[in-house]
């Protein structure tokens, strides 16, 4: 019998162990899936149990309040950059939205005079937020609370391209709802369509309301005056432009009263707006907050409008964001209407400013980078156009000088009254062949170009942060004499062009005064007229200083043409005529001049009332 090695013995016996330990802690029959699972049940840690069932109360929550959207209710936010020539806008899957929108070629006023160099940022989640709310079986659903999928990914458009990110929910079975933003390759305007695939059921057959909330940032000097900018402006669709807040720091609340095309947020050189390419929006409600203590936020800007849910399903649920300069020629090009949120001025003023202003500043600047320069040749070529005018207007103030000795010698003659001296003055003006308008007229047709410019020259983007001599922006006022404490009426500093218009102003209100004759009357006009060119200290004070610089330029311009056209006027020749045509007065035929018979008609009817009550007075006199 053969006899073992006590090796392999000892061996053995350590295999066996071993293969025992391992079929002891490895069972060599595969478990049931249904094992595995009671055993796991079995040896998981009660913090594991927790978990698992926070998880599904998690689930079953987000199904009992988004029902079919539940999936779509958690995720992970993932932004889409796209950069244009104008514009850098960021978009996230988080609501499938636009996140930011910084606008590249500006800055704030105040990153502007720390020179910074930072790009404006006009739109952030801080300061903006939107919701998108339609109705389901589940109740109100936000879309702008969902995350959405995209295979869009960052990049760069330029010029005449398009880039498109589109942002999609899937609720199974080819249904889905999509946003889509076109970006241009130039421009602040950015596309946005939204639309319900096979949502029957899903969602509602009701309008989808629409909400949007800023907080408009401070982005210019002077945040009393930015307030009083701030405002919300929408065309309605019978297309009457309306505004909200306009002028005003109050609070303010506006429902209106017919469907509207679009609204937009307006501060003073910036706007951000919400446009329907297709059915305008229903039930459209506007709210303007100014906030009190807070130094950061110019207003509170809302608006709640319903989308019509027709036009989502059939595909034409199309629409425009705008975010960008308030530059007419920019707004222009957004839609109908929208270039109104460009503030012209009273309807009087506004065709020249959008016919004759805009279009001339535009071209001057397209070969003048001097601002100040381009503001000098536009009063320049303003102020040719207008020779004719202040030729006429000279020649007859030349003609009431020459007449003012004979006016004298009719108050002495006639006495105090007044009745009688209009009377006999407009029978000296008839027989001279002078019309007491005619001095007049020449005056009265150039002021609707110094209104004009008094309300276009605070809404022109094109001279913000543009430098002049001191002024180191022209769109606001210059200030180098300013101090701490806010001065009743003229704030807490002195413009340097607003005192120089006014010296002009002074100076040409005297020359003005030096050729031209006393008015009869209770009051001296010459004097009352030195009062207006202070008056207007006050009120440019905190105006642009391109304003008060153009006035400067005027007066100066205006003087130095009158003391052109006073060469080439003969008074002697004036004279002349004046006489020859008194002599031959009642020798030629008379031109009906119906301004002077209704004067005529006007004093004898004074004169007839003055009869009337001096003979009731001795009527009462006589009882």
């Known amino acids: 019998m053969e006899k073992f090695d006590k090796n392999y013995i000892i061996g053995f016996v350590l295999l066996f162990l071993m293969y025992g330990t391992y079929m002891y802690f490895n069972p060599g029959t595969p478990a049931t899936p249904e094992t595995t699972q009671q055993k796991s049940t079995a040896k998981a840690s009660p913090s594991t149990a927790k978990s698992a069932a926070v998880l599904t109360q998690d689930t079953l929550k987000l199904k009992s309040q988004f029902g079919d959207f539940a999936s779509a209710a958690v995720g992970t936010e993932q932004e889409v950059t796209v950069e244009n020539e104008d514009a850098i806008i960021v978009f996230s899957s988080k609501g499938g939205a636009i996140k930011k929108i910084t606008l590249k070629n500006y800055q704030t006023f105040g990153d502007y005079t720390k020179k910074t160099g930072k790009p404006m940022v006009i739109l952030d989640e801080e300061n903006s937020e939107m919701k998108l709310e339609v109705q389901t079986p589940k109740g109100k659903i936000d879309l702008k609370g969902l995350y959405y999928q995209t295979s869009a990914v960052s990049g760069k458009v330029n010029g005449e391209g398009k880039y498109e990110v589109k942002y999609s929910v899937s609720l199974g079975d080819g249904r889905s709802v999509d946003q889509v933003y076109t970006v241009g390759g130039k421009g602040f305007s950015i596309d946005y369509d939204l639309k ?50 306009f002028g005003s720091v109050d609070n303010e609340e506006e429902k209106a009263e017919r469907p509207v095309k679009w609204f937009a947020y307006k501060q003073k050189y910036f706007v951000g707006g919400f446009v329907s390419k297709n059915a305008p929006f229903q039930n459209a409600s506007f709210t303007l907050t100014t906030p009190v203590g807070d130094s950061t936020t110019v207003k509170i800007a809302e608006a709640k409008v319903e989308l019509p849910y027709k036009n989502i399903i059939e595909g034409k649920g199309n629409f425009r964001f705008y975010a960008g300069p308030n530059d007419y020629e920019e707004v222009l090009k957004v839609a109908d209407g929208f270039h109104k949120n460009v503030y012209l001025g009273y309807d009087i003023v506004k065709p020249i400013n959008r016919f004759v202003f805009v279009p001339l500043f535009e071209w001057v600047e397209s070969f003048i980078t001097n601002y100040g320069l381009l503001i000098i040749l536009v009063v320049l070529i303003i102020k040719t156009a207008l020779t004719p005018l202040i030729y006429k207007s000279y020649v007859s103030s030349a003609k009431m000088r020459l007449l003012a000795p004979e006016i004298n010698e009719i108050k002495e003659r006639v006495g105090d009254d007044q009745v009688k001296v209009q009377q006999e003055t407009m029978k000296l003006y008839q027989q001279v062949g002078v019309s007491p308008l005619s001095g007049c007229v020449p005056l009265l047709l150039q002021m609707p170009i110094l209104m004009s410019v008094f309300f276009l020259f605070p809404n022109m983007i094109m001279f913000r942060q543009k430098t002049f001599l001191w002024a180191n922006d022209l769109s606001t006022y210059d200030a180098p004499i300013s101090w701490a404490t806010h001065l009743p009426v003229i704030g807490n500093h002195i413009s340097l062009f607003v005192v120089l218009m006014t010296l002009s102003s002074l100076a040409f209100t005297y020359y003005n005064n030096q050729i031209t004759p006393a008015q009869p009357g209770p009051i001296d006009m010459k004097k009352i007229s030195y009062i207006f060119p202070l008056v207007f200290f006050f009120v440019l004070n905190s105006f642009p200083a391109a304003l008060s610089f153009y006035y400067l330029v005027s007066n100066l311009v205006t003087i130095g043409q009158q003391l052109i056209v006073r060469k080439f006027i003969d008074e002697d020749k004036i004279r002349a005529v004046l006489e020859n045509n008194k002599k031959t007065y009642h020798t030629k035929p008379q031109k009906r001049n119906k301004f002077g018979e209704y004067l005529q008609k006007q004093l004898q009817a004074s004169e007839e009332m003055k009869k009337q009550s001096e003979d009731l ?3 009462s006199k006589k009882k």
Request: negative net charge.
């Open 196 to 245: 319900f695939n096979n949502t029957h059921g899903l969602i509602s057959d009701q309008p989808v309301s629409f909400y949007w909330k800023d907080k408009l940032k401070v982005l210019e000097n002077d945040l009393a005056e930015n307030q009083k900018a701030a405002q919300v402006n929408y065309l309605d669709s019978e297309d009457n432009f309306e505004d909200v807040g």
């Open 617 to 619: 007075k001795k009527k």
